[in-house]
């Protein structure tokens, strides 16, 4: 079965530090993977997107994440942590056979001064 | 060009109500999806529409549950008789047909439906 799994339910960083959100994905074939954003109370915003090519991609807001075939990875990273980036995020995969996209659970981060 | 759009944002039902949830894609967009997210969890897929026809209703739940996008006007989400475990957020998201395109989401603020 399809799935996306965000190992961390919760991180916590100082304001400034850099942050890595992981994210693992369990498809038939390389999905086209998502990186969302959702503060509370409102929508999921989307960060950036991988579908081929370089597998480095650069999102909005300083955010950046890495494809790695090799273990399934699709991790998000941002080199300094703002104080507004204090939010949810949420991994998500769609295949080739149908639009609708698998989200991972989650993981909240909270940015500490 | 105005986002995806959802309303009511909030909705109150009383157990064995019926809810309506409606959402408008974004101009130019067929693709329709809706999701549900339960306290503490992802969203999980429901439905998938194109104009007038349903594409994929593989995470619709086999009963009280129904989802249309008609040829005019918004797409619709209903729920009958609403029972306490309905109580979640729902989002819709659209999307453009075509190429890699239609695998870029575009999310509406949801619907956030308590049941009483």
């Known amino acids: 079965a399809q799935s996306v799994t965000q190992p961390d339910i919760h991180i916590t960083v100082s304001e400034g530090a850099s942050l890595e959100l992981r994210c693992n994905y369990s498809?038939?074939?390389?999905?086209?993977l998502f990186w969302y954003v959702q503060s509370p109370g409102q929508g999921l915003q989307l960060l950036l997107k991988?579908?081929?090519?370089?597998?480095l991609v650069q999102g909005i807001k300083g955010f950046e994440a890495e494809f790695k075939r090799s273990q399934s990875s699709f991790n998000l990273r941002k080199p300094s942590v703002h104080w507004s980036d204090a939010a949810e995020y949420f991994c998500?995969?769609?295949?080739?056979?149908?639009?609708?996209?698998?989200f991972g659970d989650g993981t909240t981060l909270t940015v500490k001064p | 060009n105005a986002g995806v759009m959802q309303n009511p944002r909030h909705l109150v039902r009383r157990r064995g109500q019926e809810a309506r949830l409606r959402c408008s894609p974004m101009k130019g967009h067929s693709h329709v999806y809706w999701y549900r997210q339960l306290p503490e969890e992802g969203l999980k897929f429901m439905v998938y529409?194109?104009?007038?026809?349903?594409?994929?209703e593989s995470g619709m739940p086999k009963e009280r549950f129904s989802a249309e996008f008609p040829k005019e006007g918004p797409s619709i989400l209903r729920i009958q008789q609403v029972v306490r475990g309905d109580s979640a957020a729902y989002f819709c998201a659209s999307s453009w047909k075509g190429g890699q395109s239609s695998y870029e989401q575009y999310f509406g603020p949801g619907t956030r439906l308590t049941v009483t």
């Open positions: 991988y579908f081929s090519g370089d597998t």
């Open positions: 498809y038939g074939a390389t999905p086209y």
């Open positions: 998500a995969a769609s295949n080739t056979n149908a639009g609708k996209s698998t």
């Open positions: 529409l194109q104009k007038e026809n349903i594409i994929d």
